[in-house]
């Protein structure tokens, strides 16, 4: 049998070892800083089963399409469809109403103009429900970030700064809530054993159903 090697190691701080399945089917290894490739590789041996297993689920899963960015189009928007409207002779930018709405002249800037919205959105949203969430369960972040990463949908720095992708808002608010949740637990619990996932579980009962939305739906949440 051939060895499994991974598509990409990325070497930090961290004290674990750990293994990423991305949206595109790829292995990602977070790794501490002096841990030896040899042993990299020992431990993707070890969860070959489960590598193949996560990477065929992935690549089963529905893909988000291709964007035409036309009138009638949906997007996602806190786990809602919303339709894009044009507004003809117009130059608007972004809006949202019962639809989403673009002018007619700023078409052929569709897609960045989108991204720009919900990176807005997301600054807007996201740190009050995170500041809202650690202030019921007792956890204090040093800083929430909102950033553009294509792999990771948060995570959680040794300084306890908390950063999250801005297209978690397009996911719905139980979902977003469940990340949020697991990266505040991230910061008494850096791993992720029994103990880290009995405090997510503690916090948020149901988080199972919200976590595997998220692995099952993550291709539509792009632009």
């Not at 002096?34 to 020992?42: A, G, N, P, Y």
């Not at 995170?130 to 909102?146: E, S, T």
Request: aromatic letters at 8%; one cysteine or more.
């Amino acid at each position: 049998m051939d060895s499994f090697r991974p598509d990409r190691i990325i070497r930090s701080r961290r004290r674990t070892i750990s293994l990423e399945i991305t949206p595109d089917a790829t292995l990602v290894v977070r790794a501490p800083l002096r841990v030896t490739d040899k042993w990299i590789l020992m431990i993707i041996e070890e969860k070959r089963g489960w590598i193949e297993k996560k990477i065929a689920e992935t690549k089963n899963r529905p893909a988000s399409g291709e964007r035409h960015f036309v009138r009638g189009e949906e997007f996602l928007f806190l786990g809602r469809l919303y339709p894009l409207e044009v507004l003809e002779g117009s130059n608007a930018g972004i809006s949202l109403g019962d639809r989403l709405y673009i002018g007619e002249g700023r078409l052929p800037e569709c897609r960045e103009l989108l991204k720009q919205w919900y990176a807005e959105k997301a600054a807007e949203i996201l740190p009050a429900r995170v500041a809202g969430i650690a202030a019921i369960l007792d956890y204090v972040p040093k800083k929430i970030r909102i950033s553009d990463t294509r792999r990771r949908w948060a995570s959680c720095s040794s300084t306890g700064t908390l950063s999250f992708c801005w297209r978690l808002i397009l996911a719905p608010p139980e979902v977003i809530d469940y990340v949020v949740i697991h990266e505040l637990v991230h910061l008494r619990q850096p791993d992720h054993s029994d103990r880290f996932w009995a405090k997510v579980e503690k916090a948020m009962p149901e988080y199972q159903h919200h976590r595997r939305w998220l692995r099952e739906n993550e291709r539509m949440l792009a632009i």
